[in-house]
């Protein structure tokens, strides 16, 4: 009467359905999270994301020794991490949440037939990592929706499963060995503003958003000074924090901001039944195949400026260094910067995703990959010649100055919106500037972009 379940991007205690289904009939349980060495080998255990799954360890490990358990962490395969686990503790099931990248599939076929043969049967549990099954909607005659639109009309119409309580006990068996538990403090290379993770600090920061930012999100989420989004990200991609949950509280919370806010999350569902259905668009061009991009030798110079947030474009260079320094940055400022490296520098949309999921705490392969693609014009937009103009958008978007001021101490003592164009500044006060000149014309890439797109 043993289960294992074996935790990945669902970090959490509450609402966990693969938990919940484990302790029925009050079975013993291991849970497990397994440091899957595939993913340290392809570069995805960025500094940043490890930091923070550091944190959400230990939190978890801290709530299950309060129910009277522990979790149990090992690291290698996780296949055979997940059967060897299952033999010591002669457990006759294992749980897990569904998931959708080429990565996750894998490990699950793989784990099914191990498990398989060993007699253990494995339940694989939806709506843990989203609130609407990837592949629950589907328009007629096909596997997923590749416009969003129509696919929130359905996701709003669809009913969710109710919110499961955190479990009140959980019993693990004995001698069920575990690595020590990482910390954040043995992880080098962490930006010095990251976020805490964990479920606590991830419930605590829900509660804080409901009863406060969430109200004026409509108004106020794409001001980038404001910062009056949410930042929940990084717990919905560690899975501290249920989709399903969120959906069910903003809703209850009611009013504009908690409908707005309601439909981002809904984007991320429909980012994530695209890859399941379509997991090459990891890498691949999604819809329109677009092989213009200069090639990355000849921009590496322009590509590095953008990095290290030096492209002489404020805004963008505010957006970066923020992203540098706290391993997030808003969404409009990702946009800013996506838009600024494929549609201005003119750089293949997988150079910008790989540098962000170096850097992002929340980064995600569904939300980066398919967020880069739509930007690259190469995704699910519906309007791929979309460019942005980053200075009508800076003035737009920050318009006293302030996120760019904050971010980029050089143009400090600008006042007001004179700091997006700096290079407008003349004589001794341009001269005395220490910031560099725009990289490149803005207008040029605009149009270098728009011929190329003609072409294809
Ligand atoms: P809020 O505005 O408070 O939104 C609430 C939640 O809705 C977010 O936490 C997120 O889960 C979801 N959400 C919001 N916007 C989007 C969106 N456009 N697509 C999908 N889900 C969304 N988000 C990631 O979680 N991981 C990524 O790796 C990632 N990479 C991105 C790359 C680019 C180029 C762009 C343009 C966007 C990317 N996003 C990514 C989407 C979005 O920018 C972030 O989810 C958002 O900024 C997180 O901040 P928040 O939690 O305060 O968001």
């Known amino acids: 009467n043993v289960s294992v379940v074996l935790l990945t991007s669902d970090l959490r205690l509450h609402d966990h359905p693969p938990l919940r289904a484990a302790l029925g009939g009050s079975r013993q349980v291991v849970p497990l999270f397994v440091r899957d060495r ?13 930091a923070f799954l550091a944190d959400c360890l230990r939190d978890l490990d801290a709530g299950l020794r309060e ?3 522990r979790l149990v962490v090992r690291s290698g395969d996780p296949v055979e991490q997940v059967c060897g686990v299952a033999a010591e503790a002669e457990a006759d099931e294992v749980h897990m949440a ?4 080429a990565h996750a599939i894998r ?14 049967r494995l339940h694989v549990h939806d709506t843990v990592t989203t609130a609407v099954a990837p592949g629950a909607l589907t328009p007629a005659a096909k596997d997923h929706f590749a416009v969003f639109t129509p696919y929130f009309r359905h996701w709003a119409r669809q009913p969710l499963r109710g919110v499961l309580d955190a479990p009140e006990a959980v019993r693990v068996p004995e001698g069920v060995g575990s690595e020590e538990l990482p910390s954040r403090a043995g992880v080098a290379g962490v930006s010095p503003g990251l976020a805490r993770g964990g479920e606590a600090e991830g419930r605590r920061r829900l509660a804080a958003w409901l009863r ?5 999100y409509d108004k106020g989420h794409d001001d980038l000074a404001g910062d009056a989004t949410s930042r929940l990200s990084p717990h919905l991609h560690f899975g501290t924090l249920a989709p399903v949950e969120l959906v069910h509280r903003a809703r209850a919370a009611g009013g504009p901001g908690a409908e707005a806010f309601v439909r981002q999350l809904a984007w991320r569902d429909f980012h994530r039944q695209v890859l399941r259905a379509r997991p090459d668009a990891a890498h691949a061009d999604y819809r329109t195949r677009h092989d213009h991009w200069r090639p990355e030798r000849e921009a590496e110079e322009e590509i590095r400026a953008w990095r ?15 992203l540098r320094h706290e391993g997030w940055t808003h969404n409009r400022g990702r946009l800013l910067a996506a838009s600024f490296l494929t549609k201005t520098l003119y750089v293949d949309w997988r150079v910008g995703a790989r540098i962000f999921l170096d850097l992002l705490v929340d980064g995600d392969v569904a939300n980066n990959q398919l967020n880069w693609q739509w930007m690259a014009g190469t ?19 920050d318009p006293d100055g302030a996120f760019v001021r904050r971010w980029v101490p050089e143009l400090g003592h600008l006042t007001g919106p004179q700091v997006h164009e700096p290079w407008k500044l003349r004589g001794p006060e341009r001269a005395a500037l220490d910031y560099p000149d725009p990289i490149v014309d803005l207008s040029d890439g605009l149009a270098r972009f728009r011929a190329a797109r ?3």
Not at 108 to 120: F, P
């Open 379 to 397: 995704g699910t937009d519906t309007r791929p010649n979309r460019v942005l103009n980053p200075v009508a958008q800076a003035r737009r978007y």
């Open 38 to 50: 595939d993913v340290d080998r392809t570069g995805f255990a960025a500094a940043n994301r490890l």
């Open 454 to 456: 003609k072409r294809t």
């Open 98 to 101: 569904a998931d959708v990248s």
């Open 107 to 120: 490990r699950e076929e793989r784990l099914r037939r191990a498990l398989e043969a060993e007699g253990v």
């Open 67 to 69: 129910r009277g358990g």
């Open 212 to 216: 406060g930012g969430i109200t004026a």
């Open 308 to 322: 290290e947030g030096r492209t002489g474009c404020p805004v963008v260079d505010a957006a970066m260094r923020q």
